[in-house]
């Protein structure tokens, strides 16, 4: 397999580029940012190219610009994949509320049912794994049409109780910034809207109210939490309203949580 130097020195050379245009053009950028670490010197490409050294991530930006090519797949020739950022961050719990700020990747590859049961009938309560005839990849690009970027995403902390049992902590909630605080309009508590809120000790997603000035976090009455008060809008910012949730509904892992 090429090692990734041998790449990198390959489309050099397919460039007709010589190890001082490249010194010059990185000392271009540098200068451009103000910030020597960009420039790639003779000595450091020499490295990068036969003897398998790791430049840094200035280097590989400059690189990248020189070269024109793209940033994430130089990662990726040197073992890091970008796409599956979102997937390790899964690997560690934080206990507090936090917005997610990976963008939805347009390239790469996901497990997704590919053909299903022509008799389902989606107007039903069903158990959906039954239903698929078929699994395989599909290109996330095939997913492009699902408008992805409109929205915002969050977190809710592994201990963050404050909107149980309508929002277990771990969930993943989507977020739409385009709406705003609406003090009346629902009839239950269900359809009372969430919103996510950003003010000075982190992320909380909770109901509201509203008067004057004064922004009071109003968490489930289940979740045995207080409610919070802030003047708005110094102290506190809406991030959006809580359109969607992902949630775990294992027992076992509720209990972890809980303990």
Same mark, same amino acid.
């Given at each position: 397999?090429?090692?990734? %130097?041998? +790449?990198? +020195?390959?489309?050099?050379?397919? #460039?007709?580029?010589? @190890?001082?245009?490249?010194?010059?053009a990185s000392a271009k950028i540098a200068a451009l940012h103000d910030n020597d670490e960009y420039v790639v010197a003779l000595s450091r490409l020499a490295d990068i190219e036969n003897k398998g050294t790791l430049p840094s991530a200035y280097r590989i930006y400059s690189l990248c610009?020189?070269?024109?090519?793209?940033?994430?797949?130089?990662?990726?020739?040197?073992?890091?994949?970008?796409?599956?950022?979102?997937a390790d961050a899964g690997l560690v719990r934080l206990e507090r509320t936090h917005p997610v700020g990976f963008q939805p990747q347009e390239e790469g590859e996901i497990?997704?049912?590919i053909a299903l049961d022509p008799g389902i009938e989606l107007s039903k309560t069903i158990f959906l794994s039954r239903m698929i005839q078929k699994w395989g990849k599909i290109p996330f690009l095939? #997913? +492009?049409?699902? $408008?992805?970027?409109?929205?915002? @995403?969050? #977190?809710?902390?592994?201990? $963050?109780?404050?909107?149980?049992?309508i929002i277990y902590?771990?969930?993943l909630v989507v977020l739409d910034d385009t709406r705003r605080i609406r003090s009346t309009g629902w009839r239950t508590e269900f359809e009372r809207p969430i919103y996510f809120f950003e003010h000075r000790d982190g992320y909380a997603c909770s109901w509201c109210s509203l008067r %004057? $000035?004064?922004?009071?976090?109003?968490?489930?009455?289940?979740?045995?939490?207080?409610?919070?008060?802030?003047?708005?809008?110094?102290?506190?910012?809406?991030?959006?309203q809580v359109t969607q949730v992902a949630m775990s509904l294992e027992p076992a892992q509720r209990r972890r949580h809980r303990d």
């Open positions: 397999m090429e090692e990734a %130097g041998q +790449k990198l +020195k390959r489309i050099r050379e397919r #460039l007709a580029l010589r @190890y001082r245009d490249v010194e010059e610009a020189i070269y024109r090519l793209d940033m994430n797949e130089v990662l990726s020739w040197y073992g890091i994949a970008v796409a599956e950022l979102p497990q997704a049912p095939l #997913l +492009k049409h699902v $408008d992805l970027r409109s929205h915002r @995403y969050g #977190l809710i902390g592994s201990d $963050d109780w404050s909107m149980f049992p902590p771990g969930s %004057g $000035d004064r922004l009071t976090l109003q968490p489930h009455p289940a979740s045995a939490c207080e409610p919070q008060t802030f003047e708005y809008p110094s102290e506190i910012e809406v991030i959006g």
